[in-house]
């Protein structure tokens, strides 16, 4: 069973940044492209970025020039570097395999993202 864990949120004023960090296990990771989703109370999840296998990347147009995916797969591991929060990046922060452009596993616990002063 493939499970994620994420860590790195917390709170932070606007203008501030964060570094998320996703482990994963139970998959042979390097071979995935994994995304970076984020859900804010009373909306949809949505996909902010995600990585290919081959280290191509693409962002959501608000997080364009401000957020950043890499990964790890010496560790299993995901990051999203994020800097010039804003209020509006408020949310539960997940990251999930992607295949099709559609996520394939459960759901981890997030890491919540609060920007505010």
């Known amino acids: 069973q493939v499970q994620f864990v994420e860590s790195g949120g917390g709170l932070v004023q606007p203008g501030g940044s964060l570094r998320l960090s996703c482990v994963v296990s139970?998959?042979?990771?390097?071979?995935?492209?994994m995304g970076w989703y984020r859900q804010a109370p009373g909306k949809q999840r949505e996909l902010v970025a995600v990585?290919?296998?081959?280290?191509?990347?693409d962002y959501e147009d608000s997080v364009k020039g401000r957020f950043t995916i890499s990964r790890d797969n010496g560790k299993n591991t995901v990051y999203l570097q994020m800097n010039s929060l804003k209020p509006e990046d408020t949310a539960v922060y997940y990251c999930n395999r992607i295949v099709g452009g559609t996520p394939i596993d459960s759901w981890g616990q997030g890491t919540q993202v609060t920007v505010s002063s």
């Open positions: 990585m290919t296998s081959s280290g191509t990347t």
């Open positions: 139970g998959t042979s990771f390097r071979v995935h492209g």
